[in-house]
C-alpha cells in the first residue's frame, strides 16, 4: 500500500487578518458554529495532550462540553492517567480536527479542576446509563474482563434503585485556560493560513505564522 500517494488540496477557505476577531474565544465560537453548520461528525471532540512524569507525552480524543471566555471544559475520571498526569503538570494542549473544513484549531493553557458545582450540574443533566457509568469505570486501570463492568453495573444500578444519583467523588471536569491558540486553514500548494494568538500581559496578539 503506497500511502504517499494520497494527497489532496486544499482549496476550500482563506483566512485573512482582517476575518480575525479580536479575541480568540469569538474566533473560537465562529468556527465551532460553522462547523456544527457544516454537521461534521463530532464536532465537540477534541485530543488533549498531556505529559507524563517521565516525560512521554500522552493523548487521546474527549468531548468538549463547555467553552465560555474562562476556558474549555471536559468530563472525565479524576484517578484516570490524564488526571494524574494533569494533577501532577497541570497543563495541556487541545487540539480540534475539523478536517472536513480543511482546518485545526490548537490550544494550550494551564488546567484546573472545575467546581463539584459545576461537575454536579453537568452529571445530573447525563442520560442514567452514562451517571451509573462514571460509578463503575476505575479508568485506566487494568480490568480481566468485561463481565467485570457487567457485574459493577448490576451492583450500581440496585445500590441507586431508587433515588437519584450521587456525584462520585472520583469524577468531574477539568478546565483548560488558554494562553495560546492557533487557527489553521489549510490552503493551496501547501501554503496554509495559520495565526497564533498569545496572551501577554492580559492583552491577546496576533501573529501569523508560516505554514
Ligand atoms: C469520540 C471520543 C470521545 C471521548 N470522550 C471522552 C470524554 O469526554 N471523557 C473521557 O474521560 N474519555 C473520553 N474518551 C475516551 C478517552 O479517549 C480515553 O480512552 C480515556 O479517557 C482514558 O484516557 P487516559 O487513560 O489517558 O486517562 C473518548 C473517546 C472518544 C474516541
Excluded: C
Excluded at 507524563?52 to 476556558?71: E, S
Amino acid at each position: 500500500m503506497d500511502i504517499g500517494e494520497i494527497r489532496k488540496e486544499y482549496t476550500q477557505f482563506g483566512l485573512n487578518r482582517e476575518d480575525l476577531a479580536a479575541s480568540p474565544f469569538a474566533q473560537f465560537e465562529k468556527w465551532f458554529q460553522q462547523a456544527r453548520e457544516a454537521e461534521l461528525k463530532e464536532v465537540n471532540a477534541m485530543s488533549i495532550a498531556t505529559v507524563r512524569a517521565d516525560g512521554m507525552p500522552q493523548v487521546r480524543t474527549v468531548l468538549l462540553k463547555l467553552f465560555d471566555q474562562r476556558g474549555f471544559v471536559f468530563f472525565t475520571n479524576y484517578n484516570s492517567a490524564k488526571a494524574q498526569e494533569i494533577d501532577a503538570n497541570p497543563q495541556a494542549s487541545l487540539l480540534f480536527p475539523w478536517l472536513d473544513l480543511e482546518r485545526q484549531v490548537r490550544i494550550s493553557g494551564q488546567v484546573e479542576k472545575i467546581s463539584k458545582a459545576e461537575s454536579f450540574k453537568y452529571f445530573t443533566s447525563r442520560p442514567k446509563g452514562s451517571q451509573l457509568g462514571a460509578w463503575i469505570s476505575e479508568q485506566s486501570q487494568v480490568i480481566s474482563s468485561r463481565t467485570v463492568l457487567k457485574t459493577l453495573m448490576n451492583q450500581v444500578k440496585e445500590k441507586f434503585k431508587d433515588g437519584k444519583i450521587p456525584l462520585p467523588d472520583s469524577w468531574g471536569g477539568y478546565r483548560i485556560m488558554p494562553e495560546s491558540f492557533e487557527f489553521w486553514q489549510g490552503r493551496a500548494n501547501r501554503l496554509h493560513d495559520r495565526f497564533k494568538y498569545e496572551l501577554n500581559e492580559g492583552h491577546w496578539h496576533i501573529n501569523r505564522l508560516a505554514p
